[in-house]
């Protein structure tokens, strides 16, 4: 375990990780420009074994129902990994390895494997969750805070979901899929074709934020910062698309964030 950040770097561009910070993408500079929202909490962490809230904290998985603490009354939010230390597995100049182990409050051991590999002008953020003994439902995703603003305009987000899900009074999907709506959001979009988001600061930088898996969430609430998160199921997904890890086959995701000059 190591409590020094990572810093990876290629061409101009730099990622900082911070194993002892929940395994946290701290920060992604490309000539010089940070663009993630600096801070303790903000960067890019990661969402596992779970994404976004779950409600009252309880999924079912097959006849128990777990019960997690509820860190977002009345929801339990953003998985456990977040709140731990990291474990460094292997660096090189533009890559990290690291790794978690699952303790409770989740109830099933196992281990989760994030790669962070950097290239001149994308990164890529890969993450396994395995089991050690039994199988367990589980999701992976990404939440970065990326700056609304970089000294000039404000970002501008396009992209185009084949629907948005209904958002109910306890911020959770209804299970109604909609036509998607205009901002602001913090709402749950599906993209059967991938998750594919281009967010563009004019005279700037155009960054894409691109995955297989068809769950994004979009957060733009903020005054600072803006979220597009690419996750393997929508909010509350433990209890109503659940995705198996098993001895065989752990759970894998990955997202690539591309830029580009303006």
Known sequence: MSDEDITLTAGDAE???????GGRVGGLKVGGVEL????ERFGCFPMVPWCGRIRDGRFRDGGTVHQLPLNSPP?????????GAWRVARVKADEAVITYDLVEPWPYTGRITQVVALTEDAVTLTMSVETYETSFPAQIGWHPWFNRNLGGEDVQLAFTPAWQEERGDDHLPTGNRL??????WDDCFGMPGGVDVTLTWPGQLELKVASREEWAVVYDEQEAAVCVEPQTGPPNGLNTLPRLVTLLEPLEASTTWSWRRL
């Open 15 to 21: 990622v900082t990780v911070q194993p002892a910070n």
């Open 179 to 184: 036509d998607p709506k205009p901002g602001p």
């Open 36 to 39: 993630l929202r600096q801070g």
């Open 75 to 83: 929801h339990a939010i953003h998985g456990t990994a977040r709140d």
